[in-house]
Nanobody, 115 residues
């Protein structure tokens, strides 16, 4: 089980941009899938985007075309570039990694979009 640390959250105006980063360390097994999830107040945690070690990506319909996930395999880091942010994007964003052991989660970083 590894440790994940997110960075890059904050307060931004609607229409603005933010870039989230996740750094993984201490993994015994290679990371197969790197992902970003979010949880807004009163709502369930939902997948935002994920990227497989092969490079295949998955995006939720809500963020498709606005968010881009990327990864740096050598450093075990991945990022979420968010543009054209909306108030509906306000949530705590969590990075997650999937290995042969299972899934690990970061502590979360707050993203607040003001309208």
């Amino acid at each position: 089980q590894g440790q994940l640390v997110e960075s890059g959250g904050g307060l931004v105006q609607a229409g603005g941009s933010l870039r989230l980063s996740c750094a993984a360390s201490g993994n015994k097994y290679p990371i197969n899938v790197m992902g970003w999830y979010r949880q807004a107040p009163g709502k369930q945690r939902e997948l935002v985007a994920s990227i497989h070690v092969s490079g295949n990506t998955v995006y939720s319909d809500a963020v498709k075309g606005r968010f881009t996930i990327s990864r740096e395999l050598k450093t075990n880091m991945w990022h979420l570039q968010m543009i054209s942010l909306k108030s509906d994007d306000t949530a705590v964003y969590y990075c997650a990694s999937t290995t042969a052991w299972g899934k690990s989660w970061g502590q979360g970083t707050q993203v607040t979009v003001s309208s």
